[in-house]
């Protein structure tokens, strides 16, 4: 006698599939969170080095949430975050990564990407912006500072530093701009 059992494991597959994927997302933007985000720069970087690819990590920041948030009310501050990160998605390219990696803090890792392209993102990234705040009856200019750490493959840098200098820069860029973080 052979005795034969088969279990369906499709909803329970399904299931972890939808938890892995609720634990690496921000609810609110769609975007990776900070866990999802770390979880593939950091493989990236491992290819770059390998491959020896440029990248550009790149941290944004929006300027004024907490004046819209006293202002507008906190529905409105979280339409504001996620026009930031439609902005955003809408500036870099689908295998570039994005993240929202803290309350108004985004992060991108622009795979395969040469300092030279950050004047082309800055200037695209301006016209979005520029987009969004030309729409009738707006209340408040959207505003986001930004600053690019490049990683170079020949000399490579872990997340943490290039995390590290890029929040430097846009610290310095938004005392130079008079910005309230």
Same mark, same amino acid.
């Given at each position: 006698?052979?005795?034969?059992?088969?279990?369906?494991?499709?909803?329970?597959?399904?299931?972890?599939?939808?938890?892995?994927?609720?634990?690496?997302? @921000?609810?609110?933007?769609? &975007?990776?969170?900070?866990? %999802?985000?770390?979880?593939?720069?950091?493989?990236? *970087?491992?290819?770059?080095?390998?491959?020896?690819?440029?990248?550009?990590? &790149?941290?944004?920041?929006?300027? %004024?949430?907490?004046?819209?948030? @006293?202002?507008?009310?906190?529905?409105?501050? @979280?339409?504001?975050?996620?026009?930031?990160?439609? =902005?955003?998605?809408?500036?870099?390219?689908?295998?570039?990564?994005?993240?929202?990696?803290?309350?108004?803090?985004? !992060?991108? *890792?622009? =795979?395969?990407?040469?300092?030279?392209? !950050?004047?082309?993102?800055?200037?695209?990234?301006?016209?979005?912006?520029?987009?969004?705040?030309?729409?009738? %009856?707006?209340?408040?200019?959207?505003?986001?500072?930004?600053?690019?750490?490049?990683?170079?493959?020949?000399?490579?840098?872990?997340?943490?530093? &290039? *995390?590290?200098? !890029? @929040?430097? *820069?846009?610290?310095?860029?938004?005392?130079?701009?008079?910005?309230?973080?």
């Amino acid at each position: 006698i052979c005795l034969v059992s088969f279990l369906d494991v499709t909803d329970r597959v399904r299931h972890f599939e939808e938890l892995r994927l609720l634990s690496l997302t @921000d609810q609110l933007t769609g &975007l990776c969170n900070r866990r %999802g985000f770390i979880t593939l720069a950091e493989q990236q *970087l491992k290819i770059a080095t390998r491959s020896k690819k440029e990248m550009m990590l &790149l941290l944004a920041d929006m300027d %004024g949430l907490k004046y819209i948030n @006293d202002n507008f009310g906190h529905p409105e501050g @979280d339409k504001a975050i996620t026009e930031a990160a439609r =902005v955003l998605k809408e500036t870099f390219r689908e295998s570039d990564i994005l993240a929202r990696i803290g309350g108004d803090e985004f !992060a991108v *890792l622009a =795979v395969e990407s040469s300092a030279a392209v !950050a004047k082309v993102i800055d200037t695209r990234m301006k016209e979005k912006l520029a987009e969004v705040n030309s729409r009738p %009856g707006r209340q408040y200019e959207l505003s986001i500072s930004r600053a690019i750490a490049p990683f170079n493959p020949w000399n490579p840098s872990t997340l943490d530093e &290039l *995390l590290d200098w !890029a @929040d430097v *820069l846009l610290l310095e860029q938004k005392k130079r701009r008079n910005v309230k973080r």
